[in-house]
């Protein structure tokens, strides 16, 4: 098939579930509801959900929003590949391929650009540890199936570790803040904004971000089946996506002063957490499913994954 007659083909599904949605609100049907699923990290639905404007915008189509908030990425595609969900907000890249390896009915809609500095392994301000090698035999805390999971690995390959030299603990957000505090732990790799209030807050010492280890893209991810069925949906929910990364990168103090009370967090905090973000909405390119197959080999090799996972073949919604 051509470009263009499978743009020609996506046109004509957009017009098709238009017209359907157009006779169902005829009858007198009640709204669909789409159903998504976010994380305080889900910063871009984050704006959407307190603005109200994908709602309106998915009104016209018989469509009302539902949102759903997660501790962490692997939950939340959980929940997408049992049903509980239509669509899922960003999760990060290291997420993507334990879904797909137990069998999820996933496609990716869009990523974000990389930024590798919102994520890093942090350890307290009066910590010995000084340079990864020192790692060997600490707790690390982290959550499992996170971007923070593939960092760490790839933070313990460069002094010829792995992670069975460490002790893992796998923590919630939530979870990890308290024993990094506690003294329960000796590292902590964490995401913002949760890595900006703990530096801010707590005194943390980042030990290694993500530059030049893992590029801490953000996918978004939707029921394939959804996907095929309501392609006009799915492509208002891209520029929406769009629209709010590119109001935050041009407003990043409001954006700050907006945010920070949504997520309990400072004003500066939420600040602090955005510049690391590149919050630039994109389609899902080779690149980045090249990128998306270097973890999930990184996790087979490491045992964390059961075998090799095929995810550059996963499915990809493209707008039209």
């Given amino acids: 098939m051509s470009a263009g007659s499978g743009i020609a083909v996506r046109r004509r599904a957009l017009l098709a579930a238009a017209l359907g949605v157009t006779a169902a609100r005829a009858a007198g049907a009640p709204p669909e509801p789409l159903r998504i699923g976010l994380q305080k990290s889900s910063t871009l639905a984050i704006y959407l959900r307190s603005r109200g404007t994908l709602e309106a915008a998915l009104a016209p189509l018989g469509v009302a929003v539902q949102w759903h908030e997660f501790a962490s990425g692997l939950p939340l595609l959980e929940a997408l590949n049992v049903g509980a969900l239509d669509l899922g907000a960003d999760v990060a890249d290291a997420v993507p391929p334990f879904a797909f390896a137990a069998g999820a ?42 971007g923070a999971h593939y960092l760490l690995l790839r933070a313990l390959a460069l002094r010829g570790l792995q992670l069975r030299d460490v002790e893992p603990d796998y923590l919630t957000p939530a979870d990890g803040r308290a024993a990094f505090e506690g003294g329960k732990i000796d590292a902590w790799v964490i995401w913002d904004p949760y890595l900006a209030a703990v530096q801010r807050q707590s005194a943390a010492r980042v030990l290694r971000d993500g530059e030049g280890l893992a590029s801490y893209r953000r996918f978004y991810l939707a029921s394939t089946a959804y996907t095929r069925r309501r392609a006009d949906v799915m492509a208002i929910v891209y520029r929406q996506l769009q629209g709010a990364g590119a109001w935050i990168r041009q407003n990043p103090e409001a954006a700050a002063q907006w945010n920070a009370p949504l997520v309990g967090l400072d004003t500066p905090t939420m600040a602090m957490a955005n510049q690391r973000r590149s919050y630039q909405v994109q389609e899902v390119d080779a690149g980045a499913l090249a990128e998306q197959q270097q973890i999930a080999d990184a996790f087979a090799q490491a045992q964390i994954l059961p075998g090799h996972v095929d995810v550059a073949r996963a499915p990809v919604w493209r707008p039209a």
């Fill in 105 to 146: 009915q996933l496609s990716y809609y869009a990523s974000e650009a990389p930024s590798p500095h919102a994520q890093a392994i942090v350890v307290r301000r009066d910590s010995p540890i000084t340079d990864l090698a020192q790692l060997q035999g600490r707790r690390i805390g982290f959550a499992k199936g996170a």
